[in-house]
Protein backbone atom coordinates (compact mmCIF):
# COMPACT_ATOMS: atom_id res chain seq x y z
CA UNK A 1 0.00 0.00 0.00
CA UNK A 2 0.67 3.55 -0.50
CA UNK A 3 0.56 5.00 2.91
CA UNK A 4 0.04 9.04 2.74
CA UNK A 5 1.98 11.15 5.20
CA UNK A 6 1.00 14.72 6.66
CA UNK A 7 1.71 17.65 5.74
CA UNK A 8 3.30 18.12 8.75
CA UNK A 9 5.11 15.12 8.67
CA UNK A 10 6.55 16.01 5.15
CA UNK A 11 8.22 19.05 6.49
CA UNK A 12 10.42 16.72 8.67
CA UNK A 13 13.44 15.39 6.17
CA UNK A 14 16.34 12.96 6.40
CA UNK A 15 19.11 14.88 7.65
CA UNK A 16 22.66 14.79 7.34
CA UNK A 17 23.06 12.86 11.14
CA UNK A 18 21.38 9.49 8.62
CA UNK A 19 23.82 10.10 5.95
CA UNK A 20 27.05 10.12 8.46
CA UNK A 21 25.82 7.40 10.40
CA UNK A 22 25.42 5.31 7.31
CA UNK A 23 28.85 5.97 6.26
CA UNK A 24 30.20 5.48 9.52
CA UNK A 25 28.08 1.82 10.34
CA UNK A 26 29.76 1.05 6.57
CA UNK A 27 33.16 1.46 8.22
CA UNK A 28 32.23 -0.25 11.63
CA UNK A 29 30.63 -3.43 9.68
CA UNK A 30 34.28 -3.39 7.52
CA UNK A 31 35.69 -4.11 11.27
CA UNK A 32 38.06 -0.50 10.83
CA UNK A 33 37.21 0.74 14.52
CA UNK A 34 35.88 4.00 14.91
CA UNK A 35 35.69 7.26 17.36
CA UNK A 36 32.40 8.94 17.85
CA UNK A 37 31.99 12.14 18.98
CA UNK A 38 29.26 13.21 17.14
CA UNK A 39 25.77 12.81 19.77
CA UNK A 40 25.49 14.64 22.70
CA UNK A 41 24.96 11.77 24.65
CA UNK A 42 26.73 11.30 28.38
CA UNK A 43 28.88 8.42 28.26
CA UNK A 44 29.48 8.32 32.50
CA UNK A 45 27.07 6.41 34.86
CA UNK A 46 24.77 8.78 37.22
CA UNK A 47 26.22 8.90 40.74
CA UNK A 48 25.61 6.29 42.95
CA UNK A 49 23.03 8.53 45.28
CA UNK A 50 20.82 8.36 42.43
CA UNK A 51 21.07 4.59 41.26
CA UNK A 52 20.83 3.47 45.02
CA UNK A 53 17.83 5.53 45.36
CA UNK A 54 16.23 4.22 41.71
CA UNK A 55 16.99 1.15 42.91
CA UNK A 56 15.20 1.37 46.18
CA UNK A 57 12.26 3.13 45.26
CA UNK A 58 11.64 0.59 42.29
CA UNK A 59 11.42 -2.18 44.62
CA UNK A 60 7.75 -0.57 46.37
CA UNK A 61 4.90 -1.94 45.14
CA UNK A 62 2.59 1.35 45.36
CA UNK A 63 5.12 3.19 42.55
CA UNK A 64 4.03 1.85 39.98
CA UNK A 65 1.10 3.31 39.09
CA UNK A 66 0.33 6.60 36.85
CA UNK A 67 2.30 9.73 38.35
CA UNK A 68 0.02 12.30 35.97
CA UNK A 69 1.58 14.96 37.39
CA UNK A 70 5.06 15.87 39.21
CA UNK A 71 5.22 15.23 42.46
CA UNK A 72 4.97 17.51 45.41
CA UNK A 73 8.71 16.01 46.27
CA UNK A 74 10.26 16.63 42.50
CA UNK A 75 8.43 20.59 42.52
CA UNK A 76 10.41 21.20 46.06
CA UNK A 77 13.26 19.97 45.01
CA UNK A 78 13.15 22.15 41.95
CA UNK A 79 12.65 25.39 43.60
CA UNK A 80 15.23 24.57 46.45
CA UNK A 81 17.62 24.23 43.82
CA UNK A 82 16.95 27.55 42.16
CA UNK A 83 16.72 29.46 45.25
CA UNK A 84 20.18 28.12 46.35
CA UNK A 85 22.56 27.92 42.89
CA UNK A 86 20.55 31.20 41.45
CA UNK A 87 18.50 33.01 44.14
CA UNK A 88 15.46 33.04 42.57
CA UNK A 89 11.92 32.15 44.51
CA UNK A 90 9.85 29.64 43.07
CA UNK A 91 6.23 28.67 43.80
CA UNK A 92 6.39 24.61 43.71
CA UNK A 93 2.50 24.98 43.25
CA UNK A 94 2.44 27.33 39.94
CA UNK A 95 5.33 28.28 38.59
CA UNK A 96 7.04 24.65 38.34
CA UNK A 97 6.45 21.99 35.84
CA UNK A 98 7.94 18.37 35.37
CA UNK A 99 8.67 17.32 31.78
CA UNK A 100 9.86 14.10 30.01
CA UNK A 101 13.01 15.48 29.30
CA UNK A 102 13.43 19.30 28.14
CA UNK A 103 12.55 18.57 24.57
CA UNK A 104 9.03 17.80 25.81
CA UNK A 105 8.83 20.92 26.35
CA UNK A 106 10.64 22.47 23.92
CA UNK A 107 8.76 20.75 21.07
CA UNK A 108 5.49 21.08 22.64
CA UNK A 109 5.03 24.86 23.64
CA UNK A 110 5.21 26.37 20.04
CA UNK A 111 2.11 24.41 19.83
CA UNK A 112 0.64 25.78 23.23
CA UNK A 113 1.10 29.49 22.03
CA UNK A 114 1.78 29.52 17.94
CA UNK A 115 -0.64 29.34 15.30
CA UNK A 116 0.09 28.89 11.63
CA UNK A 117 2.02 31.76 9.86
CA UNK A 118 3.18 32.97 13.11
CA UNK A 119 7.19 33.15 13.73
CA UNK A 120 9.09 31.52 16.31
CA UNK A 121 13.29 33.44 16.53
CA UNK A 122 15.10 30.44 16.87
CA UNK A 123 19.34 30.63 17.22
CA UNK A 124 21.30 29.31 13.98
CA UNK A 125 22.79 27.41 14.59
CA UNK A 126 20.43 25.93 17.31
CA UNK A 127 19.40 22.96 18.90
CA UNK A 128 17.14 20.71 16.24
CA UNK A 129 14.43 19.59 18.20
CA UNK A 130 13.23 23.87 17.80
CA UNK A 131 12.60 23.60 14.25
CA UNK A 132 10.80 20.27 15.48
CA UNK A 133 8.15 22.30 17.58
CA UNK A 134 8.25 24.93 14.82
CA UNK A 135 7.22 22.21 12.22
CA UNK A 136 4.55 20.50 14.63
CA UNK A 137 2.83 23.73 15.60
CA UNK A 138 3.33 25.09 11.95
CA UNK A 139 4.73 28.51 12.74
CA UNK A 140 7.26 30.27 10.29
CA UNK A 141 10.71 30.27 12.08
CA UNK A 142 13.15 33.54 11.67
CA UNK A 143 16.66 32.90 12.49
CA UNK A 144 18.81 34.62 14.52
CA UNK A 145 22.57 34.30 13.21
CA UNK A 146 25.02 33.08 15.91
CA UNK A 147 28.16 34.92 14.87
CA UNK A 148 31.71 34.58 15.83
CA UNK A 149 31.64 38.45 15.55
CA UNK A 150 28.93 38.69 18.35
CA UNK A 151 30.06 36.26 20.64
CA UNK A 152 27.69 33.95 19.45
CA UNK A 153 25.15 35.90 20.57
CA UNK A 154 21.81 36.85 18.44
CA UNK A 155 21.60 40.11 16.98
CA UNK A 156 18.50 40.90 18.43
CA UNK A 157 18.43 44.56 17.50
CA UNK A 158 18.88 43.26 13.62
CA UNK A 159 15.38 41.49 13.61
CA UNK A 160 12.80 43.09 11.78
CA UNK A 161 9.18 45.18 12.80
CA UNK A 162 7.63 43.36 10.58
CA UNK A 163 8.58 39.40 11.77
CA UNK A 164 8.58 40.81 15.50
CA UNK A 165 4.86 41.99 15.36
CA UNK A 166 4.31 38.63 14.47
CA UNK A 167 6.34 36.68 16.60
CA UNK A 168 4.83 34.68 19.42
CA UNK A 169 8.11 33.06 21.08
CA UNK A 170 11.50 33.13 21.02
CA UNK A 171 14.28 30.46 21.90
CA UNK A 172 17.46 31.15 23.44
CA UNK A 173 20.15 28.72 24.88
CA UNK A 174 23.39 29.18 27.14
CA UNK A 175 25.99 27.46 27.02
CA UNK A 176 24.35 26.30 23.81
CA UNK A 177 24.50 22.96 22.05
CA UNK A 178 25.64 23.32 19.51
CA UNK A 179 27.66 26.47 19.93
CA UNK A 180 28.85 26.91 23.53
CA UNK A 181 28.42 30.27 23.84
CA UNK A 182 27.40 32.14 27.80
CA UNK A 183 24.80 35.05 27.67
CA UNK A 184 24.87 38.09 29.75
CA UNK A 185 22.90 40.02 32.10
CA UNK A 186 22.37 42.95 29.16
CA UNK A 187 21.85 40.68 26.36
CA UNK A 188 19.02 39.15 28.83
CA UNK A 189 17.85 42.28 29.86
CA UNK A 190 17.92 43.50 25.78
CA UNK A 191 15.41 40.19 25.24
CA UNK A 192 13.31 40.58 28.06
CA UNK A 193 12.19 44.91 27.02
CA UNK A 194 11.65 43.34 23.23
CA UNK A 195 9.64 40.74 24.46
CA UNK A 196 7.46 42.90 26.64
CA UNK A 197 7.43 45.54 24.00
CA UNK A 198 6.02 43.22 21.02
CA UNK A 199 4.29 40.98 23.44
CA UNK A 200 5.87 37.75 23.10
CA UNK A 201 7.23 34.60 25.04
CA UNK A 202 10.98 33.65 25.31
CA UNK A 203 12.26 30.21 26.75
CA UNK A 204 15.15 29.61 27.60
CA UNK A 205 16.61 25.97 27.91
CA UNK A 206 19.15 25.95 30.51
CA UNK A 207 20.30 22.12 29.80
CA UNK A 208 23.84 22.54 30.08
CA UNK A 209 23.96 24.70 33.17
CA UNK A 210 25.96 22.51 35.21
CA UNK A 211 28.35 22.09 32.61
CA UNK A 212 30.88 25.04 32.79
CA UNK A 213 34.22 25.82 32.96
CA UNK A 214 35.99 29.37 34.30
CA UNK A 215 32.73 31.39 34.99
CA UNK A 216 28.87 29.86 35.91
CA UNK A 217 26.34 31.19 33.40
CA UNK A 218 23.37 33.04 34.29
CA UNK A 219 19.92 31.48 34.98
CA UNK A 220 17.67 33.42 32.72
CA UNK A 221 15.16 33.29 35.78
CA UNK A 222 17.59 35.35 37.56
CA UNK A 223 17.49 38.55 35.59
CA UNK A 224 14.85 41.26 36.02
CA UNK A 225 11.88 40.94 34.16
CA UNK A 226 12.14 37.47 33.15
CA UNK A 227 9.65 35.84 34.97
CA UNK A 228 6.76 38.10 33.42
CA UNK A 229 7.91 37.07 30.01
CA UNK A 230 9.20 33.41 29.99
CA UNK A 231 10.39 30.04 31.35
CA UNK A 232 13.54 28.09 31.76
CA UNK A 233 13.53 24.32 31.38
CA UNK A 234 16.50 22.73 32.40
CA UNK A 235 16.99 18.73 32.23
CA UNK A 236 18.90 15.96 34.77
CA UNK A 237 20.23 14.03 31.53
CA UNK A 238 23.90 15.87 31.15
CA UNK A 239 24.24 17.50 34.30
CA UNK A 240 23.46 14.07 36.19
CA UNK A 241 23.51 11.55 33.61
CA UNK A 242 20.53 10.69 33.37
CA UNK A 243 19.59 10.81 29.75
CA UNK A 244 17.85 7.99 29.91
CA UNK A 245 15.52 8.34 32.67
CA UNK A 246 13.85 11.37 30.53
CA UNK A 247 13.15 13.72 33.62
CA UNK A 248 13.51 17.66 33.54
CA UNK A 249 11.09 20.56 34.41
CA UNK A 250 10.04 23.78 33.03
CA UNK A 251 10.35 26.92 35.60
CA UNK A 252 9.13 30.53 35.37
CA UNK A 253 5.77 32.53 34.79
CA UNK A 254 2.70 31.11 36.36
CA UNK A 255 0.26 31.84 33.64
CA UNK A 256 2.43 29.79 30.81
CA UNK A 257 3.12 26.75 32.67
CA UNK A 258 -0.22 26.41 33.66
CA UNK A 259 -1.15 27.05 29.72
CA UNK A 260 1.87 23.67 29.23
CA UNK A 261 0.65 21.76 31.35
CA UNK A 262 -2.95 21.72 30.02
CA UNK A 263 -1.58 20.85 27.12
CA UNK A 264 0.66 18.01 28.71
CA UNK A 265 -2.64 16.64 30.55
CA UNK A 266 -4.01 15.20 26.70
CA UNK A 267 -0.72 14.12 26.07
CA UNK A 268 1.40 12.11 28.78
CA UNK A 269 0.83 10.04 32.38
CA UNK A 270 4.03 11.49 33.86
CA UNK A 271 7.17 10.41 34.93
CA UNK A 272 8.26 6.77 36.61
CA UNK A 273 7.78 8.03 40.12
CA UNK A 274 11.06 5.82 41.22
CA UNK A 275 12.54 8.62 38.57
CA UNK A 276 11.31 11.39 40.23
CA UNK A 277 12.67 10.66 43.53
CA UNK A 278 16.17 9.97 42.21
CA UNK A 279 15.76 13.22 40.87
CA UNK A 280 14.85 14.76 43.56
CA UNK A 281 17.63 13.66 45.25
CA UNK A 282 20.09 14.80 42.64
CA UNK A 283 18.65 18.33 42.58
CA UNK A 284 19.14 18.79 46.52
CA UNK A 285 23.16 16.63 46.37
CA UNK A 286 25.60 18.26 48.28
CA UNK A 287 28.46 15.60 47.62
CA UNK A 288 30.14 17.89 45.46
CA UNK A 289 29.58 15.15 42.29
CA UNK A 290 28.61 18.29 40.05
CA UNK A 291 32.22 19.88 40.79
CA UNK A 292 33.80 16.16 39.80
CA UNK A 293 31.76 15.61 36.74
CA UNK A 294 33.17 19.10 35.50
CA UNK A 295 36.66 18.44 36.27
CA UNK A 296 36.08 15.81 33.95
CA UNK A 297 34.81 17.56 31.25
CA UNK A 298 36.81 20.23 31.60
CA UNK A 299 40.43 18.01 31.44
CA UNK A 300 38.81 16.13 28.01
CA UNK A 301 37.86 19.53 26.77
CA UNK A 302 41.68 20.86 27.54
CA UNK A 303 42.98 17.61 26.03
CA UNK A 304 40.87 17.61 22.71
CA UNK A 305 41.47 21.45 22.37
CA UNK A 306 45.27 21.51 22.84
CA UNK A 307 46.14 18.15 21.19
CA UNK A 308 44.15 20.14 18.21
CA UNK A 309 46.08 22.96 17.80
CA UNK A 310 49.07 20.66 18.56
CA UNK A 311 48.46 19.46 15.19
CA UNK A 312 47.93 22.33 13.05
CA UNK A 313 43.99 22.60 13.80
CA UNK A 314 43.33 25.95 15.67
CA UNK A 315 40.22 25.62 17.90
CA UNK A 316 38.77 27.05 20.81
CA UNK A 317 38.17 26.37 24.33
CA UNK A 318 34.25 26.78 25.45
CA UNK A 319 33.61 28.26 28.24
CA UNK A 320 30.69 25.98 28.70
CA UNK A 321 28.50 23.02 27.45
CA UNK A 322 29.95 19.10 26.27
CA UNK A 323 30.70 20.42 22.75
CA UNK A 324 33.35 22.10 20.89
CA UNK A 325 32.51 24.53 18.45
CA UNK A 326 35.25 24.13 16.20
CA UNK A 327 36.06 26.38 12.93
CA UNK A 328 36.86 23.99 9.89
CA UNK A 329 40.25 24.50 8.54
CA UNK A 330 39.93 26.62 4.76
CA UNK A 331 39.39 25.37 2.20
CA UNK A 332 36.73 23.18 3.45
CA UNK A 333 33.15 23.29 3.60
CA UNK A 334 31.32 21.60 7.06
CA UNK A 335 30.23 18.61 5.35
CA UNK A 336 32.91 17.64 3.05
CA UNK A 337 35.59 18.25 6.02
CA UNK A 338 33.05 15.69 8.82
CA UNK A 339 33.21 13.19 5.69
CA UNK A 340 36.91 13.40 5.50
CA UNK A 341 37.52 13.04 9.64
CA UNK A 342 35.00 9.86 8.86
CA UNK A 343 36.96 8.56 5.68
CA UNK A 344 40.71 9.31 6.70
CA UNK A 345 40.40 9.60 10.57
CA UNK A 346 37.62 6.95 11.41
CA UNK A 347 36.56 9.87 13.71
CA UNK A 348 32.85 11.36 13.72
CA UNK A 349 32.02 14.83 14.30
CA UNK A 350 28.56 16.86 13.09
CA UNK A 351 28.99 19.38 10.05
CA UNK A 352 27.79 22.54 12.05
CA UNK A 353 24.90 23.33 8.86
CA UNK A 354 23.39 20.25 10.56
CA UNK A 355 21.86 23.03 12.53
CA UNK A 356 21.36 25.49 10.36
CA UNK A 357 22.91 27.76 7.64
CA UNK A 358 24.83 29.71 9.68
CA UNK A 359 26.53 26.71 10.99
CA UNK A 360 28.47 26.25 7.91
CA UNK A 361 31.89 26.57 8.52
CA UNK A 362 32.03 25.00 11.54
CA UNK A 363 31.85 21.35 13.19
CA UNK A 364 30.70 20.17 16.42
CA UNK A 365 32.44 17.81 18.46
CA UNK A 366 31.32 16.12 21.57
CA UNK A 367 33.36 15.65 24.57
CA UNK A 368 31.89 12.63 25.27
CA UNK A 369 34.66 9.89 25.63
CA UNK A 370 37.76 9.20 28.04
CA UNK A 371 40.33 11.18 27.59
CA UNK A 372 42.29 7.80 25.54
CA UNK A 373 39.96 8.01 23.47
CA UNK A 374 40.32 11.77 22.75
CA UNK A 375 44.26 11.25 22.56
CA UNK A 376 43.71 8.55 19.69
CA UNK A 377 41.10 10.68 17.77
CA UNK A 378 43.75 13.67 17.79
CA UNK A 379 46.43 11.40 17.09
CA UNK A 380 43.75 9.89 13.73
CA UNK A 381 43.24 13.23 13.04
CA UNK A 382 47.40 14.15 12.76
CA UNK A 383 48.39 11.09 10.84
CA UNK A 384 45.67 11.32 8.35
CA UNK A 385 46.75 14.09 6.46
CA UNK A 386 43.78 15.92 6.55
CA UNK A 387 45.41 18.82 7.63
CA UNK A 388 48.71 18.84 5.39
CA UNK A 389 45.90 20.92 2.41
CA UNK A 390 45.61 23.37 5.04
CA UNK A 391 49.03 24.00 6.35
CA UNK A 392 50.27 23.63 2.57
Known amino acids: MNFPISKRMASFQESVFAELAQIK ?32 SSLNPDLYGYSLTGTNEFHSAVCDYYKSNFGVPLDPDSEVLL ?9 HLPMVLCDPDDYILVPDPGYTAYAAGAGMA ?8 LKKENKFLPDLGGIP ?91 GNNQLITMLAKFKSNLDYGVFLPVQAAASKALRDQSGF ?15 VDGLNEIGWNVSKPEGSMFLWAEVPAPYMSKEFAIELINRANVVVTPGNAF ?37
Request: proline share 6%; with cysteine; hydrophobic share 40%.
Open 25 to 56: NSKLSDGIPMIDLSIGSPDLPPPSFITDELAK
Open 138 to 145: GAQMYSMP
Open 161 to 251: EEILLKTKLMILNFPGNPVPAMATEEFYLQAICLAKKYNFVIVHDFAYSELYYEHKPLSFLSVEGAMEVGLEMNSLSKSFNMAGCRVAYAA
Open 290 to 304: LNSLRDIYRTRRDVL
Open 99 to 107: LMGSQDGLV
Open 356 to 392: GSWGEGYVRIALVQPEKVLKQAVSNIGQSGILKKVLA
